[in-house]
């Protein structure tokens, strides 16, 4: 009954891995976003998509490429990871236009080791 | 740019009493929502209460309000009568108006509510 959820939860790897965060929404949402929350707690908007098209990209780098199948699921695939990249990654959706409300998972606390 | 500040890291109030935390912005836009987000300690970011800057009228919530005084660029949230499941950070967030800012929320550094019994 999870309206947004994201796997793992929890995912340790080491420097210069590969690594993939999924999310998956059942709202019937067109609109889906990835946002950082670095170790001040501090959130930032990454990218989002809206039916499948990508419509915000905030000078994320090159290593962070999201992926949207449809417009139910929007993944994050991090190349070459680095320990500055160790945050927590929330996953999040809204129905454009109607309501600004953004329903967000509940997170994926990645540690790169 | 837009930015938004919440001047209060932390904070503590008593079961049932009142609490107001504090968060301004810096805009130079006329439209625009302001939200106030809970984060509990288990990591879930769960909407407050929302405010449109065209509204006069302050959002309320059942124990939650604001006091959104556009001039100043000042949205703060009470809470009246804690609880201790309200015990968690809480995050002012602003958006810009306009369909390409759908989303984007800008955030502030949160604030961390500690409710005593």
């Known amino acids: 009954d999870t309206a947004v959820s994201q796997t793992p939860k929890y995912l340790v790897t080491q420097m210069g891995n590969d690594k993939s965060i999924k999310c998956e929404q059942n709202?019937?949402?067109?609109?889906m976003y990835w946002y950082k929350q670095d170790s001040k707690k501090f959130l930032k908007i990454m990218f989002s998509?809206?039916?499948?098209?990508?419509?915000i990209n905030e000078t994320v780098p090159n290593r962070f490429s999201p992926k949207s199948p449809d417009k139910a699921h929007l993944n994050l695939h991090i190349n070459s990871l680095e320990l500055g990249d160790s945050a927590v990654y929330f996953c999040?959706?809204?129905?454009?236009?109607?309501?600004?409300?953004?329903?967000f998972g509940s997170g994926t606390q990645l540690s790169v080791l | 740019a837009q930015t938004v500040t919440q001047s209060q890291p932390e904070m503590s109030v008593q079961e049932a009493e009142t609490v107001t935390l504090s968060c301004t912005y810096d805009?130079?836009?006329?439209?625009?929502?302001l939200f106030w987000y809970k984060q509990p300690p288990s990591r879930q970011m769960i909407l407050v209460i929302r405010?449109?800057?065209?509204?006069?009228q302050n959002a309320t919530e059942n124990r939650f309000s604001v006091n959104f005084q556009k001039a100043a660029k000042s949205f703060s949230l009470k809470i009246s009568d804690s609880q201790l499941g309200d015990a968690a950070m809480y995050f002012c967030?602003?958006?810009?108006?306009?369909?390409?800012?759908?989303?984007?929320?800008?955030f502030g550094q949160g604030t961390t509510l500690q409710v005593k019994p």
């Open positions: 999040a959706s809204s129905l454009a236009g109607v309501d600004e409300k953004l329903f």
């Open positions: 709202l019937g949402h067109d609109t």
């Open positions: 998509y809206n039916n499948k098209e990508l419509i």
């Open positions: 805009t130079s836009e006329s439209d625009y929502y």
């Open positions: 405010q449109e800057a065209y509204k006069q």
């Open positions: 967030a602003y958006r810009s108006a306009g369909s390409s800012n759908t989303g984007k929320l800008i």
